[in-house]
């Protein structure tokens, strides 16, 4: 019997290792499917609100629903469309919850710039409203490409790295509505080097002629009294401090956001020492006039470095430009008006040094999208967008004309010979004509339906 009992005994003994060793590879297989499912997870988390928002209608099957391509499609078309405002900007439209829409503004950055741009409606539970920004490679046949997208707060914050045109695209999701506010401006992208002043102090810019034009000058100088303190432009390390040549005491500094070489010259003294954590703000030294600056006013010489030598005044230049008042009335929900006078000038901007797209004729048709400054941004019925001043439209409250049809017409959404009638009107019906395009009317109906019928 003992044998028996020893006997029984190994076999659990081996019987609770086995099942140890199952639930333990079991594990093993879990653990690792996890790792697994977090690493698809990292793979395709969205880089932005709207990448994932556009993932959800993917994955909830809206994509290819009649709304959701119509919301695809006035994203991808606005980016062939742009608009040019002047910077600083500030619209306030209004979003027609009904129809997919979006709008693109084509903007000259410089390379050192910060670009800001904000948007959101007046309503908090009026949805949310994407912000992105492309980057036009037309000339290396690419195209654009995303560089930024607007964060939870629905504002961007970037840092320009490549002088170009950038397209800034705005798009709510779909069914939000209402009115929104949108602005755009630049900053500086560092602190100014020389504390208690800006750019006003520079005398002498980048690229200016040296030693009779054998060679050229790699930075800007800003005068200040000397002993004036000399800040850190950004955080990072002090990577060197020297005494002599050209610069005289001088100072570089190693971004820490950027990696950038930031070069500080003719110091009356260095108040940092290599290897030295530096903040942004910090003093580093004080402005004097050491090496070949003796004979000059005390001034510091303050340049970048970034693969060779780069303009450091639009990283340091701060626009002293208030966002523009919106000067004419804000825009409400369905705003179709009409040019009030001939020539009534449609611009790729609000302002008229922007150029005229086209001239249009007394009561054309525009529908108001925005209003901006002392213009209105509108889209003609063809799908043109511009900027037209607010003294050349009018409302349509009063009709241009009233008439009676002498036969059955149809009403159409749109002008267009491919649209659908909306419905026919019968003979003997008054119609009031409120705008015209091309060869159509836009009218009312007895009924109060408002739409296009083609002028015979």
């Not at 001034?299 to 626009?319: K, Q």
Request: net charge neutral; charged share 20%; aromatic share 8%.
């Amino acid at each position: 019997m003992a044998s028996i009992t020893v006997f029984s005994e190994s076999v659990r003994g081996i019987g609770n290792a086995f099942i140890a060793s199952v639930l333990l590879l079991i594990l093993v297989i879990l653990l690792a499917g996890c790792v697994k499912i977090d690493e698809l997870r990292e793979r395709y988390a969205p880089q932005s609100p709207r990448a994932a928002y556009e993932f959800g209608l993917k994955t909830s099957g809206l994509r290819q629903s009649a709304l959701g391509i119509a919301w695809f499609e006035a994203g991808d078309q606005a980016l062939l469309e742009p608009v040019s405002p002047t910077v600083p900007y500030r619209e306030i439209g209004y979003v027609d919850p009904a129809r997919p829409h979006a709008a693109a503004f084509r903007i000259r950055l410089t390379r050192g710039q910060r670009f800001l741009a904000s948007v959101s409606f007046s309503a908090p539970d009026s949805g949310s409203i994407f912000l992105d920004l492309f980057r036009k490679m037309d000339r290396l046949g690419l195209g654009t490409r995303q560089v930024a997208s607007a964060d939870s707060t629905q504002s961007i914050q970037f840092d320009v790295d490549r002088t170009g045109t950038y397209i800034l695209r705005l798009q709510p999701e779909l069914l939000a509505g209402g009115r929104y506010e949108l602005t755009v401006r630049t900053a500086a992208s560092v602190i100014f080097p020389v504390s208690g002043f800006d750019s006003g102090a520079i005398q002498s810019v980048f690229g200016d002629s040296r030693d009779g034009g054998r060679r050229s000058h790699h930075g800007v100088d800003i005068f200040a009294p000397r002993g004036t303190p000399v800040i850190a432009a950004t955080s990072g390390f002090i990577s060197s401090t020297r005494v002599g040549g050209l610069g005289g005491k001088t100072i570089w500094l190693r971004s820490a956001e950027t990696g950038a070489s930031i070069y500080y010259a003719h110091l009356q003294e260095q108040l940092v020492d290599r290897g030295t954590r530096v903040a942004a703000g910090d003093t580093l030294g004080l402005v004097g006039n050491s090496g070949n600056a003796r004979t000059t006013s005390p001034h510091l010489h303050f340049g970048i470095y970034r693969n060779g030598p780069v303009d450091p005044h639009p990283y340091i230049y701060e626009p002293d430009q208030p966002m523009p008042r919106i000067a004419v009335e804000a825009v409400t929900s369905g705003s179709w008006m009409r040019t009030r006078i001939d020539d009534s000038g449609i611009y790729a901007g609000p302002t008229r040094q922007s150029g005229p797209i086209q001239l249009l004729e007394r009561y054309t048709s525009v529908h108001v999208l925005a209003a901006a400054a002392s213009y209105y941004r509108v889209q003609l019925p063809d799908g043109t967008t511009g900027y037209i001043r607010g003294n050349q439209i009018e409302p349509e409250t009063e009709p241009i004309e009233e008439f009676v049809l002498a036969s059955s017409t149809p009403i159409q959404s749109i002008p267009s010979e491919t649209a659908g009638a909306m419905g026919i009107e019968p003979p003997g019906k008054s119609i009031l004509i409120r705008s015209r395009f091309g060869d159509y009317l836009r009218v009312t109906t007895d009924s109060g339906q408002t739409g296009w019928l083609l002028d015979i």
